[in-house]
């Protein structure tokens, strides 16, 4: 079945997410104000098959409720961390990136994730929800996203990267790590953090990153480097198909 475009003006408080909309095979919409739900709705009913995503801090139960009475369902609750610039640490296993690890750095994106609010939502299924990751990490050998990125090697080649951003602050945010399996629990999660924080802007940084409440691993790695944590979020997603009763 065909869908049609919905695009709205950039005064809207909803927009269309053209990147995820490509990689789920329907249109996505943003929500970026809670109150103007059922307007988003109806916008995006015009096509045969569509979600909508919307974040609320956890700290506004209120909209959170609002969203809920909606339709919204809870995707995901995102803990963001910050840490604060420290001395280099040892990370001799890894290196930026060069434009022949796309393959690789492909691969370990489209099947490193298991916890991520699509591959955790029900009506996504799993080969989509890789593909968002997948596309995620490409973006970078594009030109499209992430001022660096770091890889990791072992005797094998590259089997790991961290996707970096500069924030408006001039400091790191990390957009997005993996590890393939055969280099989990060796320290390359670590040792690219690490790498990051020292070289990406040529001195100790702060760094941000963002994980979810369900990725305990993920926590407690970066609260043994030093992380704490300063926000939680929800993430809501609501399908065409919620509504169908």
């Known amino acids: 079945m065909s ?12 927009q269309r997410d053209e990147f995820l ?12 104000t809670p109150s103007a739900a059922r307007a988003a709705i109806d916008a995006a009913s015009v096509n ?43 990370a001799a296993r890894c290196r930026m990136a060069r434009p022949d ?27 989509a929800a890789n593909r968002v ?16 990125l770091v890889v990791a090697e072992d005797a094998e080649g590259v089997c790991g990267f961290n996707l970096v951003l500069r924030s408006p602050r001039d400091s790191l945010v990390i957009d997005l790590i993996a590890v393939a399996e055969r280099g989990r629990r060796r320290g390359f999660g670590a040792e690219m953090l690490e790498f990051a924080s020292s070289e990406c802007l040529g001195r100790p940084a702060e760094v941000a990153v963002g994980t979810q409440i369900a990725n305990v691993s993920s926590l407690a790695l ?22 169908i009763r």
Request: net charge positive.
């Open 3 to 14: 869908t049609v475009a919905q695009v709205a003006p950039r005064d809207q408080p909803w």
């Open 21 to 32: 909309g490509g990689c789920l095979g329907f249109p996505v919409f943003r929500l970026r």
């Open 48 to 90: 045969a098959e569509w979600m909508i995503e919307a974040r609320v801090p956890a700290e506004r139960p209120a909209e959170a409720e609002a969203l809920a009475r909606c339709g919204f369902r809870i995707a995901d609750t995102n803990v963001q961390l910050v840490r604060a610039p420290q001395a280099p640490r040892h």
């Open 101 to 127: 690890d796309e393959a690789a750095v492909r691969a370990i994106a489209a099947n490193g994730f298991s916890q991520t609010r699509f591959h955790l939502d029900p009506r996504i299924p799993v080969e």
């Open 133 to 148: 990751k997948e596309e995620w990490a490409a973006n970078y050998f594009r030109g499209q996203r992430g001022e660096w």
């Open 222 to 243: 970066y609260t043994k480097l030093g992380f704490r944590p300063t926000q939680s979020t929800y993430v809501f997603h609501l399908h065409r198909a919620d509504l």
